[in-house]
């Protein structure tokens, strides 16, 4: 390994907690930070989450071994160019952390000198509620998929050196082509935010004439709702720089709606019956069921009676133990236990809960 | 109160906790109870949930006072005119439990004689994972909207006498015309059930092409598309039954469709920004904020540092309190703590509990 100095620019959420995952796996490593505001580059510094901050992008990027866009999309591009005017350190791994990928990876075979830099595209796919330096978590990425995208910059050497530098992080590493990126994320991630905006706007117009649509909204429509509250700005960017894929699965959604109309137009229980069917069972079969948030956790399932204090009978068994959350699943299931999911930071506390409730409740505990 | 004999047609989940719920402020009353399957029929008996019980529809209903329609839409049409036909108590007054208003309205109306039986139309709004008279719950509707939908056939004494009956559930009871009811839920439930399951048909689908689909859906997917695993039979008979409104909904929602694929086309970031922007604002003033779940609760919110044992020492502190559900909430917010959401079943309970940890300790606690 000869990575001695890494510079991470952009001190939030994402580029604090993957500094923390540096030290972790590499405590010897030079951790560099940029960040344009003050107060991340504070608390980066105070915490020692970097050791040396610079609010000038271009002051320490000739310092280092590897560099890290952690910034807005937009931003990664204007710093890949402000990188190509640099005198950087020969064969010098640039990667990013943005949410799209195709427009970084034309940006940087466009702008960077393909003989002297390497660069691979990055998208830990981990979030918080919580943002800034100040959240910064070292499991954030645990158990997350952290995907590469190879350029034409990427060399044979680039990935398993990256992924050498980021073994703290404890993620899933994943190759994925830049375009297929873009479509899978526009499916799942990109399209849907659309989706759940205007399900708001709908509901606020219609609430004007129809006041109780702001009373009436439930579980269902709060859970559809959720992401319509994320940072309006980071949402736009992304629409932005992945606009072809997402204008596709709009159109392609718009038909499926055709569909439904035509179907319910039509009076035709069976076929919407097998509408709503064929969805419930795609979903079951989906990796979501396995995963427990927005963040990657290690997950444990107790069916619980509806007892007093059995979710305290629990949490006294596991006391010291480095759970994350705790939550009676509300999730449409045919049980007449609760199903109490527990999620933990690691594996090891994951095991060792499941020993001890085991060996001290006649619950049938799971891990999925 | 002339109320001495209740019978409710259908012992399912509703059926079986509006009977508990009845009991529990009229325990003199006679309660009887139809169900067509055995299991929930012997469930309602052994448990106490009803005195007596039949399979024969027709055998209990000329005994009754109240008779209550707990069963799917398209039967509690058809049990509307099995009554029209029978020798009913004189004033005897009939309601429903149904999801949509203005079909079963238009039913009794038709056939039920206005000189001789009393009608008014019902949606105990909510409801659980769980399903059957074995998940019978008497804190089921517990500040959960019920609304009432006057008919032709509503005399001034009916909506009283049922909320004297009802009282016992500690439901908000509401009136609301059956057309207004079935165009708000079309907005904030069964258009957004439309959504939900066309996403997660379009996401199967790509999922065949792009199989990494599958495994990259996190958080946003998997709360926009818990509804999709509802029942379908269900939802199809509640589309049916209110299909002018759903369809209504679709054409306007395609057109939101349209216009943010022209936002996005032209890319007008500024507009985009503000198209996210209002949907995170709207959301924010919505009720929703206020809710626990698919039940209605009463909420506590501690703000909680991310320590270990954290939510076990609240817990301790709240030893034999009869909370549902803990949870550390996962919405979009800035806030740097963690936000502990505690659910109870009623709200003495609740502000017996907010006492208990402003006593105890430092942390900030509220209730909305």
Known sequence: MEEKVVYIAGMGLIGASLALGIRRQHPDYKILGYNRSDQSRQIALERGIVDEATADFKAFAPLADVIILAVPIKQTIDFIKVLAQLDLKENVIITDAGSTKLKIIQAA?????????????????????????????VHLFEN?????????????????????????????????????????TSQISHFPHILASALMEQAGDYANGHELTNHFAAGGFRDMTRIAESEPGMW????????????????????????????????????????????????????????????????????????????????????????????????????????????FKSESDLLHAQTLISQHTDYHVYLD
């Open 236 to 343: 736009t960017s992304i629409l932005l720089s992945n606009s072809d894929a997402v204008l596709e699965r709009l159109t392609d959604f718009k038909n499926r709606l055709d569909a439904v109309a035509e179907l319910i137009g039509q009076k035709d229980e069976e076929a919407i019956w097998h509408f709503f069917d064929a969805g419930r069972r795609k979903r079951k079969e989906m990796e979501i069921h396995k995963r427990a948030g927005v963040d990657s956790f290690y997950d444990l399932f107790v069916d619980v009676p509806d007892e007093e204090d059995v979710i305290l009978q629990i949490l006294e068994l596991l006391r010291g133990t480095s759970l994350v959350n705790v939550h009676i699943n509300e999730e449409n299931r045919d049980d007449i236990n609760g199903i109490l999911q527990i999620s």
């Open 109 to 137: 075979e466009k702008y960077l000198p393909a003989d002297k830099v390497q660069f691979v595209g990055s998208h830990p796919m981990a979030g918080s509620h919580k943002t800034g330096a100040i959240a910064a978590n």
């Open 144 to 184: 997350a998929y952290y995907i590469f995208s190879p350029t034409r910059l990427t060399r044979e050497e680039t990935i398993p050196r990256l992924k050498d530098l980021l073994l703290g992080l404890k993620a899933r590493f994943i190759e994925v082509e830049a375009a297929e990126h873009d479509l899978v």
